[in-house]
């Protein structure tokens, strides 16, 4: 093959070889690395070359090596190519404005003000403006939190030369969290425990980033406290981790928890709870059968209608609105079902006090008739103990008007026949109470009569040996 056959073989082969626009995308191999510059080969494109600032992290270690694969965009081709992964304030400038407001590719400036609708940032050396809305994916709260830091924004306008420079960061997140999100979608199943940050705080709950995707958690998802605003417990900003809870697709919906992460609540109930125990409790909603104090994180108690005087109702309603605190008796604890039933504790009781109870099967105690019905009458024994008489157990003729008898209020002996269900239903006798009381009566006078006849004979005994003898 003669010269001109070589010099035409290669002619055509370099014809032939794909050529590179500005703005297009192409991954290479790091084939030389210089002082100020790295060398790649793009294939059968040629070679290209990308600045090795660009390169190396903030320590100005270079993140690359020999043989390793990098992903730039053109900026200039001609006798040599050069890439860019960004572009930098330099001798070049509007030109590189220019491209990158052409291909897209990121620019840094450095947020310098904040003026009227927006931002007066500084991109090589050029005054460039971006609006408020276009600065974050959220609402600017605080503006002045950006001045002074360099950041990364598209060139959404470059005209008159550089001197109409507006940018938009928004646009560059907004392409970002795209691509974090089709990663984060392979992550969100139910029952995945995700980092995020809160975003935004609404009265019905928080949204959460998890990386290009928003998630929200419901009020009643923030803790296992009862939480009347997330402002309260959240903050703008704030890494937090989450369990999801379900996914909506047709919606595009994710429902998120604090509280899923927290345990149980009521685990700790057994070791700092107990029975006939005087404690201090905020009281966090009223209903129409009474008043739920929180007496731990997560572990409410129910103090009924029917263990508060009438005349208490409305200031533990008021107390309810206002999450005051209040102290209570605990009356019985029911692990298995959630459940805490509670009392006003006595006046003068102190917290951590332990109330010993008078009420046991066979004992005689002075109670307050506190309603009447048609099988009965309730009779109160102390906090958190109301007992039934049975009609039977009254002691009374049969047809005898009950509301005279035993009307509202009146104090009244019984004799506890039984308890049961851990306290929570107690049977009375007023009928025994009173045999018994009779009983007692009766032996007490009887013992009293026994002794006086006792002294009587000994009297007369003591009378006789004074008589003198007869003597025979």
Not at 252 to 274: C, H, M, N, T
Not at 382 to 399: C, F, K, S, V
Not at 402 to 425: D, H, M, N, Q
């Amino acid at each position: 093959m003669s010269d001109a056959e070589d010099f035409a073989t290669l002619f055509a082969r370099e014809a032939a070889r794909p050529t590179l626009e500005v703005g297009q995308i192409v991954k290479g191999r790091v084939i030389q690395i210089a002082a100020e510059s790295v060398f790649v080969d793009v294939g059968g494109k040629g070679e290209a070359w990308i600045e090795r600032a660009e390169l190396t992290d903030e320590e100005g270690r270079l993140r690359v090596a020999v043989g390793d694969e990098v992903e730039a965009t053109v900026v200039s081709t001609g006798d040599e190519v050069r890439l860019s992964h960004k572009l930098r304030q330099g001798a070049q400038a509007r030109q590189a404005l220019a491209v990158a407001a052409q291909t897209g590719i990121p620019v840094e400036g450095k947020v310098a003000a904040v003026i009227k609708g927006g931002y007066e940032v500084t991109v090589g050396g050029l005054r460039g403006f971006c609006p408020f809305s276009q600065m974050d994916l959220r609402r600017v709260e605080a503006p002045d939190e950006y001045v002074g830091r360099v950041l990364e924004f598209r060139v959404a306008t470059y005209a008159d030369n550089g001197r109409n420079l507006v940018l938009s960061r928004r646009r560059l997140l907004e392409e970002r969290a795209a691509e974090a999100a089709e990663e984060t979608r392979k992550k969100i199943v139910p029952g995945a425990v995700l980092a995020g940050t809160v975003t935004s705080l609404a009265d019905f709950g928080a949204f959460v980033d998890l990386g290009g995707l928003q998630g929200l958690v419901p009020l009643s998802e923030l803790s296992h406290s009862r939480v009347t605003r997330p402002a309260d417990r959240l903050r703008v900003g704030e890494a937090v981790t989450v369990k999801v809870l379900r996914i909506d697709h047709e919606k595009g919906r994710i429902s998120l928890s604090l509280k899923a992460l927290e345990g149980d609540p009521w685990a700790a109930v057994p070791g700092q709870l107990r029975e006939r125990q005087v404690v201090r409790g905020r009281a966090v909603r009223a209903t129409e059968f009474g008043v739920f104090v929180e007496l731990l994180p997560g572990v409410d108690g129910l103090l009924h209608n029917t263990e508060i005087p009438r005349s208490r109702q409305g200031a533990l309603r008021e107390a309810a609105a206002g999450s005051a605190e209040v102290a209570v008796l605990i009356v019985n604890i029911d692990g298995d079902k959630h459940r805490i039933a509670l009392a006003l504790a006595p006046e003068g009781a102190a917290p951590g006090q332990q109330m010993e109870s008078r009420v046991a099967v066979g004992a005689v105690l002075a109670g307050t008739v506190e309603r009447l019905e048609s099988f009965g009458v309730f009779v109160r024994l102390g906090p958190g103990q109301t007992g039934l008489i049975p009609l039977a157990e009254l002691g009374t003729a049969r047809g005898a008007d009950l509301r005279k008898t035993f009307p509202v209020g009146a104090e009244i002996k019984v004799l506890v026949l039984a308890i049961e269900e851990g306290g929570r239903r107690i049977r009375l006798s007023h009928a025994k109470a009173l045999a018994q009381e009779e009983q007692a009566e009766t032996q007490a006078y009887l013992r009293g009569t026994t002794k006086q006849g006792d002294g009587f004979r000994l009297t007369l005994g003591e009378r006789m040996k004074q008589v003198p003898r007869r003597q025979p």
